[in-house]
């Protein structure tokens, strides 16, 4: 049998770090970063006798994204303890939610392999508490434990097994990282591992009813791993399959440098943490009138500024898709059309140079660094004529190189557009000198040939000679 002849199955639990200003159960700094062990106290330290308090304001922005969502919000819930061992959990267990979580009962909708939608549904989302973190020494051996994240809020997200490529899975984190950073509830930078996914798969013959075993692989923070480690992990369950074997329930390591994954352990059931309620924590009791306030307030979601793009300003469903899809990228179009006056020309560059520099570097949006301010300035001197489109493509590579003044940048750089008659008359006189068979295609009426000559005058000027002006010289001196 090949792998045409199996379905993979995708579960996908992803943790998002809560943009609180303090912890989950104490006041002590979220902020990245920082010296080990300084954004520390007895709570989150789990000195004896500390004792938690649970962080309001973790509570809205779960109900935040529950409602953004399509989630049910439980008015009655609870926080209890997950325990396990672990040497960046200092009590020993993880304030959690097992059976009684804030939200449950949600989704979101995704377009497929074939560009269809359909409805990825969110079994739970529930709050908890980030553990800490080990630094391991390559070379002295040992490793170092950092509390700093321990205590650190976080909402966990877990889909229904509904996914079935590795496509529909990046999907599907995309349009959920999209929708948190677009009710503010999460940063969601990925390079932080602030948004980060449990990826759970298993595959089974097409037409089964029933699961296969699943394995699952842990703490993934990119999509291109994510996509390459769905692809690896299936492709081998299908190989032990067919060679008569069988799959074991394990939680496995993805290494991103050989393209394989590797055995860490047997994968626990929920019977394996023995959860109880946290006796320590009260239980969570919302009112009708709480949930409908934050419901009334939600942000814009990408959904509706997707709607909004395509009917005010005009823009087509694919360009409103891209650009909605990332709040940082939809921010920059809109503040950058703002101040120069043109959105089409600020979608242009955004969908096509940038994006594609964005891949080339496996950077997110969010990463640009250059401000919306800079990059209507370029599209001003666009307009204005002082740079030709050619010579923008290099100011968009400098910008994300040496982001500055875009003015600054082609008065160094020597870039400015030549729009001088009689400079630009001297190069149309040598290309048309240089191409005779140009010139003769055009007289037998090929009018592409004009085209080539542009192109040619182009690369003589380095880019900097006005196009317009070029092609309506070449035009007039080839009709004389």
């Known amino acids: 049998m090949s792998r045409e002849d199996y379905e993979i199955v995708i579960g996908l639990e992803v943790h ?25 106290c007895p709570v989150c330290m789990a000195m004896p006798g500390a004792l938690p308090v649970l962080n309001e304001k973790v509570v809205e922005y779960a109900v935040k994204a529950g409602l953004a969502t399509n989630c049910e919000i439980e008015k009655n819930s609870k926080n209890d303890r997950k325990n396990y061992f672990y ?38 989302i529930h709050i908890e508490e980030d553990a800490g973190k080990l630094n391991h020494n390559e070379f002295g051996g040992g490793s170092l434990v950092d509390l700093n994240r321990a205590g650190v809020p976080l909402i966990e997200t877990v889909s229904e ?79 032990v399959i067919e060679d008569g074997g069988k799959i074991e329930q394990e939680t496995l390591r993805w290494d991103d440098v050989s393209g394989r994954t590797f055995s860490m352990r047997d994968k626990e059931d929920a019977q ?9 924590l009260v239980a969570i009791k919302l009112s009708e009138e709480y949930i409908e306030n934050i419901k009334n307030n939600l942000p814009e979601l990408p959904e509706s500024r997707k709607v909004r793009y395509m009917s005010e ?14 709040k940082h990228l939809s921010n920059m179009f809109e503040e950058a059309s703002k101040i120069c006056g043109n959105h089409k020309l600020v979608a242009n560059w955004l969908l096509s ?4 520099i964005l891949n080339e570097k496996e950077i997110e949006a969010d990463q640009i660094p250059f401000t919306a301010e800079q990059l209507a300035k370029m599209i001003t001197l666009i307009e204005k004529g002082t740079i030709s489109s050619a010579i923008a493509k290099k100011v968009v590579e400098e910008l994300f190189e040496n982001p500055k003044d875009p003015e600054e940048i082609i008065k160094e750089k020597g870039w400015i557009q030549i729009s001088d008659e009689g400079a630009i008359k001297e190069v149309v006189q040598k290309i048309i000198e240089a191409n005779p068979q140009s010139v003769a295609d055009f007289k037998a009426g090929k009018d592409k040939a004009v085209g080539f000559l542009v ?7 380095k880019g900097k000679a006005n196009p317009q002006m070029l092609n309506k010289m070449f035009i007039e001196e080839l009709k004389k």
Do not use: W
């Open 313 to 326: 300003l005009g823009l087509s469903e694919k360009d409103s898709n891209l650009l909605t899809a990332s």
């Open 87 to 124: 040497p960046d959990l200092p009590k020993s267990y993880q304030i959690s939610q097992f059976d009684m979580p804030l939200c449950k009962n949600g989704y979101i909708e995704i377009e497929d392999e074939n560009g269809e939608k359909k409805k990825i549904g969110i079994t739970r």
């Open 353 to 356: 140079d940038i994006s594609r």
């Open 272 to 280: 394996d943490y023995r959860y109880f309620p946290d006796p320590d």
């Open 161 to 239: 097994p509904d996914i079935r490529s590795s496509k529909e899975a990046e999907n599907y984190l995309r349009k959920l990282k999209s929708i948190y950073e677009y009710i503010e509830v999460s940063d969601c930078k990925m390079q932080e591992g602030s948004f980060r996914a449990d990826v759970n798969v298993s595959v089974r013959k097409k037409g089964a009813s029933e699961f296969g075993t699943r394995t699952e692989m842990k703490n993934m923070s990119s999509f291109r791993s994510i996509v390459r480690a769905i692809e690896y992990e299936a492709d081998r369950q299908i190989d």
């Open 16 to 40: 998002a770090e809560l943009s609180t200003k303090t912890k989950i159960f104490c006041s002590c700094p979220t902020e990245f970063g920082g010296k080990p062990n300084t954004h520390t």
């Open 455 to 461: 192109g040619q005058a182009m690369k003589e000027t």
